[in-house]
């Protein structure tokens, strides 16, 4: 993961990866983000709805820590951008607040929104 100015072009940076596997990639310029194996769950929520925590992610930028509200409390995050496009594509979780919520330290969310489930299915001729 690339941490300089989300605003940099980055776009010669991005790697083509997880061949043949089903992953997540950004919805507008279709770099791949994260393996569809490191989903954690869907039940997150993000700025603009629905939220998959993931184990990892890849072709991201990450933007300037901040302490930010969320549902489950302040949480120290930072924003994700995608490499190839710049796009926002979600948030990075350095450090939870509360306890119950350390589990997500080291995490990434990735808003529904900004990507695409790609499954790389084969079809018999």
Same mark, same amino acid.
């Given at each position: 993961?690339?941490?300089?100015?989300?605003?940099?072009?980055?776009?010669?940076?991005?790697?083509?990866?997880?061949?043949?596997?089903?992953?997540?990639?950004?919805?507008?310029?279709?770099?791949?983000?994260?393996?569809?194996?490191?989903?954690?769950?869907?039940?997150?929520?993000?700025?603009?709805?629905? @939220?998959?925590?993931?184990?990892? *992610?890849?072709?991201?930028?990450?933007?300037? +820590? %901040?302490?930010?509200? $969320? /549902?489950?409390?302040?949480?120290?995050?930072?924003?994700?951008?995608?490499?190839?496009?710049?796009?926002?594509? @979600?948030?990075?979780?350095?450090? *939870?607040?509360?306890?119950?919520?350390?589990? +997500? %330290?080291?995490?990434? $969310? /990735?808003?529904?929104?900004?990507?695409?489930?790609?499954?790389?299915?084969?079809?018999?001729?």
């Amino acid at each position: 993961m690339a941490s300089t100015n989300p605003n940099n072009d980055t776009r010669s940076q991005v790697i083509s990866t997880y061949h043949c596997h089903p992953k997540f990639i950004c919805a507008s310029c279709s770099a791949v983000l994260a393996l569809q194996d490191e989903l954690i769950s869907k039940s997150f929520s993000g700025r603009e709805g629905r @939220g998959f925590l993931m184990y990892s *992610a890849v072709n991201v930028k990450m933007g300037k +820590k %901040e302490d930010r509200p $969320l /549902l489950t409390g302040v949480h120290t995050v930072a924003d994700i951008f995608c490499m190839g496009c710049n796009d926002r594509v @979600g948030w990075y979780y350095h450090k *939870a607040s509360d306890l119950s919520q350390r589990y +997500k %330290e080291g995490k990434y $969310l /990735l808003e529904r929104e900004k990507i695409v489930k790609e499954n790389n299915w084969k079809l018999d001729e």
